[in-house]
């Protein structure tokens, strides 16, 4: 278990305020809010790459220390991937992993480094030196940097920017099984909360360098109290029924034929795995609903509560 402890950072105004919290073993926590909100900075303090002005983060009974207290910053057991990306870069990409798997035994270490190059589809580029990768590639080769150290704890800031959807899906598919089999807790900061639904167990909402919430993810995402929490895990729809104000996700409705809410079609986008429907409603607010085919003849929905 990671446990921080009212840790608080201040640089030149207040980053992080008093923030504590329990990551459990076996757990996936996705990290999200506006850029400035503390995300960052979490991750590199909980990770012991930065000291805090206050408070203390603990792993497994142990009080970690920071980097004014450390030579070599950091610690094996709990590897952080963000944009720095921390590589050898005169040094090939082979071998920026293999120095990561020296401690294993002579005969697997080539398997290993082959495993992880493979994974992040790095493997035909192996003898090129780490200066000459472009930036994707770079992020590609910290997380099997990362992965090598066979981590108890993984956090990853960012991780997917640089990803295309089928190599994302790959890694997030990887380091599913790495959870389950191993344990491992992970740790993911990301800008689109909506890649976090069906990856992460719990979803830590920062703002002003506090936790204002915790929830599991599809609470958070069905159930969002404000348009800015909502906004950070995807398209939202936000109108005004008899005086209140309800959020509701495109997906979160049903069609009816009496009362409900009315709409008028104005147009749809067919993107080959989902159509997207556009509507107004007499307010003059626009509405998006998603579905298998074409709306156009829907004029009447129902809000669908889901949590």
Known sequence: M??????????????????????????????????????????????????????????????LIGPSQKLIPGYDDIQLVNQDFALEPYH??????????????????????????????LDDIRTRKARFLSGGEQQRLAIARALANEPKVLMLDEPFVHLDQRLKYKIITYLKHLNEIQGVILIIVSHDGSELMGFVNQILYFNN???????????????????????????????????????????????????????????????????????????LEEVMLTSNESMENVSRIKIRKIC
């Open 92 to 121: 090939s990409v082979e071998e920026n992993v293999k120095e990561k798997v020296l401690s294993r035994h002579k005969d697997i270490q080539e398997e290993l480094v082959t495993e992880y190059l493979e994974l992040v589809e």
């Open 209 to 283: 360098g506090q936790v204002e919430r915790k929830s599991r993810v599809k609470e958070f995402y069905y159930a969002p109290r404000n348009v800015n929490e909502a906004e950070l895990m995807g398209p939202i729809n936000s109108i005004q029924v008899n005086g209140e104000n309800l959020l509701f996700r495109p997906n979160q409705y049903e069609l009816i034929e009496d009362d409900g809410i009315n709409l008028k079609f104005i147009r749809s986008i067919d993107t080959g795995l989902v159509v997207f429907n556009y509507f107004m409603t007499n307010n």
């Open 2 to 63: 990671l446990k921080v402890h009212n840790v608080s950072l201040i640089h030149d105004d207040l980053v992080l305020n008093d923030v504590s919290f329990e990551f459990k073993d076996s757990e996936i926590y996705g990290i999200v809010g506006r850029s400035g909100a503390g995300k960052t900075s979490f991750l590199k303090v909980a990770s012991a790459f930065q000291d805090s002005n206050s408070g203390f983060v603990e792993f497994e009974g142990e009080k």
